[in-house]
């Protein structure tokens, strides 16, 4: 179990609440300008029905007292102002359920879309892969849907239990005018109580995300198809359910005797509100019994007390649910406001034509983390096929996200030519490039649309992307370009080995002049990886191309060979000079060569 973070003060938890709702709710208000104001007054009338109908009761009471003394009562009229208070009450309902559903789309509209946009303005990958925004954005990607209209719920309940608790304070007025003064004051330290205890329960909520967050994935663990092969190899469940339930209760039990605590702290504060009600009410009555006060007042007294009370407490419920949402905007806003490394130049220079890779001096080092790459000098010249090679964690595809700049190095350059390749638009740059990743993506779109993604169909290149991958073999099997690929919509689903030929025939698809195949050929079985590679050349005639693999087979293809070991280059040449030198690579050829010659259905 992991330790207690540190505890965080309850009122910077307020503080940072105010801080978010200062910046969530103008932008909620300019998604739909004439609506939130619509809405806003909506709950503004709402929230004075409760001191209009105490105020009605109040002219009934005295009505009917003054008729059985003889005089008039304007029966009509008061009917009226009875019915008049429920219809705008059923009427705000109404009002605020339609409007609040219009604010809440284009408010959620415009969140997602402002997501999107931040990851349009990201061109590298140092913000995506931050450890500090790797969970938030999954939080962010499934809250974006639903916090919107969350928060706004709660800010017009709010706005409604504030207005109110106001109005009947206000209908107080009648009774006396120092009346509303005497019982807001008398509640304050009823509310003052009630929000601590709120904010304890909120800032013990934050301290225990992480451990929220283990909770989650134990579930996560014991209930998602993509475990269930593990979970019942090595039979987790009661491991798993065991660690959940040692968890959650000890969680339970500290929010439990924090919320004792808190409570015992609220019955003062609640025996004042009472004493000064009651002091109230003793007033009215003895008042009332002189003929100096009506019984109406007495009775708008009684009532109001009571609700005023009530709405206070609705007033910290609902400060209470806006921090929960507010945990979720506060993620929003700091992804929002990330600044990465990796910018797009205000004014690019022209990706070169045909350029030569060209790294210099290239040092690199993840966020926080040791060099990955250290003082990498290397000279792609345009149209050489050079496989790069290397024990795992050797930084092999690290070199690969420095060419697609998907990092910038931490010393020395990149460079296309002569130009850096920080100066080039890097979506320019990428566009002239077509790679096929080790943890390539499985888009759940259909077979065509996996493979154009977006861009215009071309039958002659789909075609030849198809036949150049190898999928076209097995389309007939899969349905046709048209079926629908992945779980998440019922769809076909395909072996690993099928969606590693469709990554590649979209990136055979662009006509690109660079290619970049990381373990293109790991998930595919010997008849499809000696295709490939048949294909591989034809394809890459004319082109460079950058081939990542620990099959030294497919090396054979290679023009050149680079050797990575930690990072750095330690020998570069063709197969026939590496083989003679007698090196690393030496060393991984004969170790391949010898399990081949032991079977033969092992290959180098
Ligand atoms: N996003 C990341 N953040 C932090 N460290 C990373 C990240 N990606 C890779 N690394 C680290 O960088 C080192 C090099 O990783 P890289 O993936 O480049 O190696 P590789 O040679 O491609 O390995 P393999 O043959 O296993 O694919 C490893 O130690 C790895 O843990």
């Known amino acids: 179990m992991t330790g207690l973070p540190p505890r965080t003060n309850s009122h910077e938890t307020t503080r940072e609440l105010l801080r978010v709702l200062a910046r969530a709710l103008p932008r909620m208000f300019r998604a739909a300008p004439a609506l939130v104001v619509a809405l806003a007054l909506t709950q503004v009338v709402s929230g004075l029905v409760p001191a209009a109908s105490v105020l009605i009761t109040k002219w009934t009471i005295d009505g009917l007292t003054r008729l059985v003394a003889g005089e008039s009562l304007n029966v009509w009229l008061l009917a009226g102002a009875w ?13 605020v359920t339609i409007l609040q559903g219009y604010v809440a789309d284009r408010y959620s509209v415009e969140t997602i879309t402002a997501l999107m946009g931040k990851m349009a303005d990201l061109p590298g990958l140092d913000v995506v892969e931050d450890a500090r925004f790797h969970d938030d ?29 106001l109005g009947l304070a206000a209908s107080l007025l009648v009774v006396g005018w120092w009346v509303p003064l005497v019982v807001l004051l008398g509640m304050i330290p009823l509310t003052r109580a009630q929000v601590r205890l709120r904010e304890a329960g909120w800032s013990l909520t934050i301290q225990r995300t992480q451990e929220a967050r283990e909770l989650m994935y134990d579930q996560r663990v014991a209930l998602r198809h993509e475990y269930a092969k593990e979970v019942r190899l090595y039979d987790l469940i009661p491991w798993l359910s065991g660690r959940y339930r040692r968890r959650a209760e000890a969680y339970a039990r500290e929010m439990r005797d924090m919320r004792n605590k808190q409570a015992y702290g609220v019955l003062p504060a609640n025996a004042l509100a009472l004493a000064v009600s009651a002091g109230l009410f003793a007033y009215a009555v003895t008042r009332a019994s002189s003929g100096a006060m009506t019984v109406g007042a007495v009775v708008l007294l009684v009532q109001a007390l009571a609700q005023v009370r009530d709405h206070l407490l609705g007033v910290t419920e609902y400060v209470g649910m806006s921090t929960e949402h507010a945990r979720w905007f506060s993620k929003y806003f700091a992804f929002l406001d990330a600044q990465p490394h990796v910018h797009a130049p205000a004014v690019p220079q022209p990706v070169p034509a045909r350029p030569d890779l060209v790294l210099d001096g290239v040092t690199f080092a993840y966020a926080g983390g040791a060099p990955v790459l250290e003082d990498v000098t290397l000279t792609i010249p345009y149209g050489q096929t050079v496989a790069v090679v290397g024990e795992n964690g050797a930084g092999k595809s690290t070199l690969v996200k420095l060419l697609l700049r998907y990092y910038d190095p931490t010393l020395g350059h990149v460079r296309l030519n002569g130009t850096d390749l920080r100066e080039v638009d890097p979506r320019a740059w990428r566009s002239r490039v077509a790679a096929v990743f080790q943890d390539f993506a499985r888009f759940e779109y259909a077979v065509r649309d996996n493979i154009l993604l977006g861009a215009p169909e071309d039958e002659g290149r789909l075609r030849a992307a198809l036949d150049g991958s190898g999928f076209g073999d097995n389309l007939n099997r899969v349905g046709g370009l048209d079926v629908r690929l992945g779980q998440a919509f019922g769809g076909a689903d395909l072996s690993g080995g099928q969606w590693q030929k469709l990554a590649t ?13 990381d373990e293109p050929t790991a998930a595919l079985d010997p008849r499809a990886e000696h295709e490939v590679f048949e294909q591989f050349m034809q394809l890459t005639r004319g082109r460079t191309a950058l081939l990542i693999t620990h099959r030294l087979a497919s090396v054979l293809m290679a023009d050149r060979i680079v050797v990575l070991k930690a990072g750095r280059v330690i020998e570069d040449g063709t197969h026939a000079s590496l083989l003679a030198r007698g090196g690393e690579y030496a060393t991984f050829w004969r170790l391949q060569a010898e399990k081949y010659q032991a079977d033969p259905a092992v290959r180098p």
């Open 83 to 95: 019915a008049g208070a429920a219809f705008l009450g059923q009427l705000t309902g109404v009002l």
């Open 137 to 165: 954005i999954e939080l962010l990607h499934t809250g974006a849907r639903f916090r919107p209209l969350n928060l706004l719920a709660t800010v017009i309940g709010l706005t409604r239990e504030v207005v109110a608790a």
């Open 505 to 517: 025939a979209r990136a055979l698809y662009r006509d690109a002049d660079i290619l970049v195949l």
